[in-house]
């Protein structure tokens, strides 16, 4: 059972830069492809982010493409967001997400992911 928990959240300006971070604990993290999902008020969960299991593979969703990095220190247990350029239509609760690594289905899709964290609330006013 992994158990994941972000931080990093806040208010911020249009233009201004946050970066989330996640921890992952309860099981062997390189064991994992993870990805950040995001969902603002009214809509449905979207992707936003994917690393795989050694980092050495990154999407992004069209949306935060050249803004948002992704990025994990396996060491620690960590997965990061840095976002850049943060617009008002960025504002949501945004979640970490762990998936097996031999999970075959898209990387986009919520149902991929085993694991969740609580998320952390972003949001970036005009």
């Known amino acids: 059972q992994v158990q994941l928990e972000e931080s990093g959240g806040g208010l911020v300006q249009a233009g201004d830069s946050l970066r989330l971070s996640c921890v992952a604990s309860?099981?062997?993290?390189?064991?994992?492809?993870m990805g950040w999902f995001r969902q603002a008020p009214g809509k449905e969960r979207e992707f936003v982010s994917f690393?795989?299991?050694?980092?050495?593979?990154?999407y992004y969703a069209s949306s935060v493409k050249d803004r948002f990095t992704i990025s994990r220190d396996n060491a620690k247990n960590m997965m990061y967001l840095q976002m850049n350029s943060l617009k008002p239509e960025d504002t949501a609760v945004y979640y970490c997400?762990?998936?097996?690594?031999?999970?075959?289905?898209?990387?986009?899709?919520?149902?991929?992911?085993?694991?969740w964290g609580p998320g952390t609330q972003v949001t970036v006013s005009a």
């Open positions: 309860g099981g062997t993290f390189t064991n994992y492809n």
């Open positions: 690393v795989n299991y050694g980092g050495g593979s990154r």
């Open positions: 997400a762990a998936a097996r690594r031999n999970s075959g289905t898209s990387y986009t899709y919520a149902t991929t992911y085993d694991y």
